[in-house]
T-cell receptor, first 114, second 111 residues
Framework: AQSVTQPDIHITVSEGASLELRCNYS??????LFWYVQSPGQGLQLLLK??????LVQGIKGFEAEFKRSQSSFNLRKPSVHWSDAAEYFC????????????FGKGTKLSVIP | DVKVTQSSRYLVKRTGEKVFLECVQD?????MFWYRQDPGLGLRLIYF???????EKGDIPEGYSVSREKKERFSLILESASTNQTSMYLC??????????FGAGTRLSVL
């Protein structure tokens, strides 16, 4: 069975600082990987996705993520955080192979200090 | 843009009431999903549907049922609401099972 782990429940950064949110997965083959963002009281919005090819993927709002097969990781990064980035971030895995479901991590809440 | 619309942003119901949460998507997606989201537990899949009138149980189906009579609409039903069903409910749709598009959520309080 696959799983997704986001080791950090809550992270606080200062505005303008760089950000890295960690995501580790467990799956026997190369999965499809996603990062979603959820602003307070809202649904989830897709930030970026990795299906295959270039292991560094660019997303919306200036985010990027790097797939590292050797570390089973898909960490999300942003060089300079803005106050509006305060939200909860979810990493998710899709195994394909006839499955319809995404497996989500439990989320990392990001707070931004002005 | 894909649009997934949940009929209510906030609902307050009483214990024992029958509750309907409605979700409509406008992109002709085959797959639709209902999740509940609770602090510290992340998103948990309740039910999903891969076609009209087809449904599959997710991880926590107890106390819930679903209906999909038309491709664009997926309803979550709480037959007899209980206080432990107070939660945020999220609907999503997808084609091919990978990228899921989410609605804004319904925050349900059961008193």
């Amino acid at each position: 069975a696959q799983s997704v782990t986001q080791p950090d429940i809550h992270i606080t950064v200062s505005e303008g600082a760089s950000l890295e949110l960690r995501c580790n997965y467990s799956y026997g083959a190369t999965p499809y990987l996603f990062w979603y963002v959820q602003s307070p009281g809202q649904g989830l919005q897709l930030l970026l996705k990795y299906f295959s090819g270039d292991t560094l993927v660019q997303g919306i709002k200036g985010f990027e993520a790097e797939f590292k097969r050797s570390q089973s990781s898909f960490n999300l990064r942003k060089p300079s955080v803005h106050w509006s980035d305060a939200a909860e971030y979810f990493c998710a895995l899709y195994s394909g192979a006839g499955s319809y479901q995404l497996t989500f991590g439990k989320g990392t809440k990001l707070s931004v200090i002005p | 843009d894909v649009k997934v619309t949940q009929s209510s942003r906030y609902l307050v119901k009483r214990t024992g009431e029958k509750v309907f949460l409605e979700c409509v998507q406008d992109m002709d997606h085959e797959n639709m999903f209902w999740y509940r989201q609770d602090p510290g537990l992340g998103l948990r899949l309740i039910y999903f549907s891969y076609d009209v009138k087809m449904k599959e149980k997710g991880d926590i189906p107890e106390g819930y049922s679903v209906s999909r009579e038309k491709k664009e609409r997926f309803s979550l039903i709480l037959e007899s609401a209980s206080t432990n069903q107070t939660s945020m409910y999220l609907c999503a749709s997808s084609v091919g099972g990978n990228i899921q598009y989410f609605g804004a959520g319904t925050r349900l309080s059961v008193l």
